[in-house]
């Protein structure tokens, strides 16, 4: 599985953005999928994740109420909308896959096999 990760920018706070990343490859509709954000000097974070077939959906507390995660398995894509963006948001931004889901281990980097290659977003003040 290719995933390309696309539609950062710059934006001022306040302001919003989606983030779309395409899967190629195979299909991905049996795959959870996820956004993870990465700022210069700080460990990768998890910003939210959804199931397989789009029906749930869960998210870092930092980003709740902000950002919203979908998919759409007909086009093999995965969405980020972000609105209400703070600087804080600032970071390259990364999508990710796995097979397999786990409750307990979701939010971490090393549950996902498949990454894109970022995108980068950056909130000015």
């Known amino acids: 599985v290719q995933l390309q990760a696309s539609g950062g920018g710059v934006v001022q706070a306040g302001g919003s953005l989606r983030l779309s990343c395409v899967a190629s490859?195979?299909?991905?509709?049996?795959?959870?999928m996820g956004w993870f954000r990465q700022a210069p000097g700080k460990e990768r974070e998890f910003v939210g994740g959804i199931v397989r077939t789009g029906g749930s959906a869960f998210y870092a507390d930092s980003v709740k109420g902000r950002f919203t995660i979908s998919r759409d398995n007909a086009k093999n894509t995965l969405y980020l909308q972000m609105n209400s963006l703070k600087p804080e948001d600032t970071a390259a931004y990364y999508c990710?896959?796995?097979?397999?889901?786990?409750?307990?281990?979701?939010?971490?980097?090393?549950?996902?096999?498949?990454w894109g290659q970022g995108t980068q977003v950056t909130v000015s003040s």
């Open positions: 490859g195979r299909t991905v509709s049996t795959y959870v």
């Open positions: 990710a896959a796995d097979r397999h889901y786990s409750s307990n281990n979701y939010y971490r980097p090393a549950a996902y096999g498949y």
